[in-house]
């Protein structure tokens, strides 16, 4: 996926900082909570089908001079795939993903709510002036 220097930088932003609300929310959480993060902001940018590899390659997006691999694995595609399916079958969240076939997904359900989260959060960034650093920095 080819992602803006804006996007890139909200996304770094809201899944790296420690100066957002949510700092480097993606540590530390199972990965099936993690991938509930990935697909919130899929959602948001109007990414309705994706693969596995993009994924891989989303992980591999975060990383900055502040936010090195080992502090966030990139998970294997099997991985992935499971953990999706767990999550598509886990009530409690209400974001849901379909299989497509041949490591290609659809996402079939976001609670708006999460969105709105995200939102707020991405307001709060650029209020503060927090996401104009992201956009400046370059990847490792």
């Known amino acids: 996926?080819?992602?803006?220097?804006?996007?890139?930088?909200?996304?770094r932003y809201?899944?790296?900082?420690?100066?957002?609300?949510?700092?480097?929310i993606l540590c530390l959480r199972m990965l099936k909570i993690q991938l509930g993060f990935v697909l919130i902001i899929?959602?948001?940018?109007?990414?309705?089908?994706?693969?596995?590899?993009?994924i891989k390659a989303f992980y591999k997006s975060l990383y900055t001079r502040h936010f090195k691999p080992e502090q966030l694995r990139t998970p294997s595609?099997?991985?992935?795939?499971?953990?999706?399916?767990?999550?598509?079958?886990?009530?409690?969240y209400?974001?849901?993903?379909?299989?497509?076939?041949?490591?290609?997904?659809?996402?079939?359900?976001v609670d708006p709510i999460?969105?709105?989260?995200?939102v707020n959060e991405l307001n709060y960034g650029y209020t503060k002036?927090?996401?104009?650093y992201f956009m400046e920095e370059q990847p490792c």
């Open 77 to 92: 595609p099997a991985r992935i795939a499971k953990a999706l399916e767990q999550l598509d079958q886990d009530d409690r």
């Open 114 to 118: 999460y969105e709105d989260d995200y």
């Open 42 to 54: 899929f959602s948001h940018y109007n990414i309705k089908e994706f693969h596995l590899t993009d």
């Open 1 to 11: 996926m080819n992602w803006s220097n804006t996007q890139l930088a909200e996304i």
């Open 129 to 132: 002036g927090y996401i104009q």
């Open 14 to 24: 809201f899944c790296t900082s420690t100066r957002s609300r949510t700092p480097k």
């Open 94 to 109: 209400h974001i849901n993903v379909r299989c497509l076939g041949e490591d290609r997904y659809q996402i079939t359900e």
